[in-house]
């Protein structure tokens, strides 16, 4: 009896190991080293994230309305309205990136050295959409070319999915935020109407949210990424004639700092792999 026991719990140590290890957990781990519980937490944090994994249904979240009293604000500021009536203008790729750069009514424009405006091809199957350039990209002038990118490109790559040959890649705000503080809702706003045409000028079949700030953007403020992750989203705007499927992602460069959340993200990639080859005819 308590020779089995040890065995047993041998066993299921060695199983937990092997689980974490899956997981690319050791980093985790020595991170908290100094914790005492740190690994059976850790476990714990692992066993709910693994329950999430399982296919689960959730009712599509319909695009919130901000606040009144910020909406109102938002609808009476004169810079989304001048931002607004530039992206109607812009007929071609260039114009709308001409009007950006040209355009002066975003805050964050002061501090950055270059407009970020896209990387990618053209008329790309698939469209993915950042949160804001960091120091990188502001310094180069090309959306995740820094850290987060090297890491977004190497989780795309797995899925045959490259800014090479078949996606473009653009951000919710086009200059850096100062000290890379998440984007005011103003910002966003004022950014927005950029955005919207940019979309249907690619006109994407799908469009890849990348992290929080790009999915409440497009999909409204309910739209969690933990989720609505590996369910796909209608979107449409008012250039748009049809909606174009989302799907949202969690950020790399949260994946960075929580890399617990990578076994997740790797079901997620999966699913739009799946996506791609039943959907979109380059894949098949
Ligand atoms: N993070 C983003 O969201 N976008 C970038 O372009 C770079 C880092």
Same mark, same amino acid.
């Given at each position: 009896?308590?020779?089995?026991?040890?065995?047993?719990?041998?066993?299921?140590?060695?199983?937990?190991?092997?689980?974490?290890?899956?997981?690319?957990?050791?980093?985790?781990?020595?991170?908290?080293?100094?914790?005492?519980?740190?690994?059976?937490?850790?476990?714990?944090?692992?066993?709910?994230?693994?329950?999430?994994?399982?296919?689960?249904? @959730?009712?599509?979240? =319909? %695009?919130?309305?901000?606040?009144?009293?910020?909406? $109102? /604000?938002? #609808?009476?500021?004169?810079?989304?309205?001048?931002?607004?009536?530039?992206?109607?203008?812009?007929?071609?790729?260039?114009?709308?990136?001409?009007?950006?750069?040209?355009?002066?009514?975003?805050?964050?424009?002061?501090?950055?050295?270059?407009?970020?405006?896209?990387?990618?091809?053209?008329?790309?199957?698939?469209?993915?959409?950042?949160?804001?350039?960091?120091?990188?990209?502001?310094?180069?002038?090309?959306?995740?070319?820094?850290?987060?990118?090297?890491?977004?490109?190497?989780?795309?790559?797995?899925?045959?999915?490259?800014?090479?040959?078949?996606?473009?890649?653009?951000?919710?705000?086009?200059?850096?935020?100062?000290?890379?503080?998440?984007?005011?809702?103003?910002?966003?706003?004022?950014?927005?109407?950029?955005?919207?045409?940019? @979309?249907?000028?690619? =006109? %994407?079949?799908?469009?890849?949210?990348?992290?929080? $700030? /790009?999915? #409440?953007?497009?999909?409204?403020?309910?739209?969690?990424?933990?989720?609505?992750?590996?369910?796909?989203?209608?979107?449409?705007?008012?250039?748009?004639?049809?909606?174009?499927?989302?799907?949202?992602?969690?950020?790399?460069?949260?994946?960075?700092?929580?890399?617990?959340?990578?076994?997740?993200?790797?079901?997620?990639?999966?699913?739009?792999?799946?996506?791609?080859?039943?959907?979109?005819?380059?894949?098949?």
């Amino acid at each position: 009896g308590k020779t089995m026991k040890l065995v047993n719990n041998g066993l299921q140590k060695l199983n937990n190991l092997k689980w974490l290890k899956s997981a690319g957990i050791e980093y985790y781990c020595s991170e908290k080293k100094d914790s005492k519980n740190s690994l059976i937490q850790t476990l714990k944090e692992l066993k709910i994230n693994e329950a999430k994994i399982e296919p689960h249904i @959730i009712k599509p979240t =319909k %695009p919130q309305p901000v606040a009144k009293q910020e909406q $109102t /604000a938002l #609808t009476n500021n004169p810079l989304i309205a001048e931002a607004r009536a530039l992206a109607d203008k812009a007929t071609s790729l260039d114009e709308l990136r001409n009007y950006l750069e040209n355009f002066n009514g975003c805050q964050l424009k002061e501090f950055a050295t270059h407009t970020v405006f896209s990387d990618g091809v053209a008329n790309a199957p698939i469209l993915l959409l950042g949160e804001a350039p960091g120091a990188t990209e502001d310094e180069q002038g090309i959306p995740f070319c820094g850290e987060s990118g090297v890491m977004l490109d190497r989780m795309l790559e797995s899925i045959n999915i490259s800014r090479k040959t078949n996606a473009y890649i653009t951000n919710t705000v086009f200059w850096r935020p100062p000290a890379n503080r998440r984007p005011t809702n103003t910002e966003v706003e004022i950014c927005k109407p950029f955005v919207e045409k940019h @979309i249907a000028l690619i =006109k %994407p079949k799908l469009i890849i949210l990348i992290g929080s $700030t /790009a999915t #409440t953007s497009l999909l409204g403020k309910k739209a969690v990424i933990s989720e609505i992750r590996q369910n796909n989203y209608p979107y449409i705007n008012k250039y748009l004639s049809i909606a174009i499927p989302t799907t949202a992602i969690f950020h790399p460069a949260y994946l960075l700092r929580q890399p617990s959340q990578k076994k997740n993200t790797w079901y997620d990639l999966l699913k739009i792999q799946d996506f791609l080859i039943t959907n979109i005819s380059e894949f098949q």
